[in-house]
């Protein structure tokens, strides 16, 4: 083989590790988006089944008007772990917190990043509103 050729053989394994370098980190950083948007939908539905939960009369299960006493058992949200408090699946984690008679609110913790809160979300009669996300 003549020098040109190997010269090309060279710049070509080169680029292809450049590209290949570049589309790990691309996916790694879509893996983690997806992840963050599944758990603020996963939020979000928890957060509608506890408006429903609030809504529904206490003499068939639900909350009377009052966010007081909910849990994730009561509003369909299982799980294995046995807290009633909280949730887990696929995507993450989901506490609940801070509830009182008018509000509540949902804490998640990713499975990207299950040592730091990424989302808290506000739960209220009239809607279920994302809070600011602490810097």
Known sequence: ???????????SVIIVGIAVAVGITQ????????NLS????????LGSKMQLWLNKPTSLGGGGG???????DLIGATDADGDASQYTNDNGVYKLAS???T???????PKSSP??????????ASGVQKDATPQ
């Open 1 to 11: 083989m003549g020098q040109t050729q190997i010269l090309f053989i060279v710049l």
């Open 27 to 34: 996916f790694g950083s879509n893996a983690t988006q997806a």
């Open 38 to 45: 599944a758990c603020e939908l996963d939020a979000q539905d």
């Open 66 to 72: 009052a966010f007081t006493g909910v849990t994730c």
């Open 99 to 101: 509830i009182s008679a």
């Open 103 to 109: 509000q509540a609110t949902i804490q998640v913790f």
């Open 115 to 124: 040592s730091t809160e990424a989302m808290s979300f506000t739960v209220t």
